[in-house]
């Protein structure tokens, strides 16, 4: 089975579906991630946009990853991108890939970025297709979910929950690849948040640690 997780970000798919792609891994699906945007030089320094690069092949090295599809739209600054390009390229990597399993962010994360790439994705998988994706599903990211403007509209209520319990501490290790991108406690983007996180899901439904998503489609075959 072939999965893809459309990240917004690099970082984003760990944040939000590492513990879940490390035991899709483990099953011997193939995992791929699209990372949608890269940061504009004209706002971020070249040498820490390379690092960020460079720990992001390095995290996927680590867990197994096929492939990561890097896009290269603009962070930050997707809203000024035409929508049809940014539909296009995602739906030529969903296109290629065929994958039975997406996953996508929340679109009511605060970063207009997540929104973009959720709405976006959602045309590509829309069921009309020759080859069917089953299940799609979208993911929380600490930082951008819960610090939305509280809302019923946007409100991140998940569904499905997976264990993860025995792949915590592989989603941790993939984290702290990501030495640009982490601060320390209590911030939200830290190795201890993102385990509290996971903790508390878990506990949710009675497990040690487990990632929670929302299923957004579920075609039965």
Known sequence: MN???VAPHADDEILGVGG???????????????VVTSGHPSMFPKEVLEKLRAEAIE???????????????????????PKHE??????????????????????????????????STMVGVRPIKEHKILEVYSYETLSETEWNVPH????????????????????????????TQLTNFPHPRSLEAIESLAK???????????????????IVI
């Open 86 to 119: 940014i539909n296009a390229k995602i739906n030529s990597v969903i296109d290629e890939l065929k994958p039975e399993v997406v996953f996508i962010p929340h679109y009511g994360d605060m970063h207009l970025d997540h929104w973009i790439v959720s709405q």
């Open 59 to 81: 995290s996927h090295k680590f867990l197994g990853i096929k492939d990561t599809i890097f896009l290269e739209f603009p962070a930050v600054m997707l809203s000024e991108i």
């Open 3 to 5: 999965v893809l997780v």
């Open 200 to 218: 508390l899901r878990g506990s949710t439904v009675g497990v040690r640690a487990a990632e929670a998503f929302c299923l957004v489609r579920r």
């Open 20 to 34: 879940t792609i490390a035991k899709y891994i483990e099953e011997g699906h193939n995992v791929y991630v699209c």
């Open 152 to 179: 019923v509209s946007n409100v991140f209520i998940p569904n499905t929950f997976v264990d993860v319990s025995i792949y915590l501490d592989k989603k941790i290790k993939a984290m702290s690849y990501f030495t």
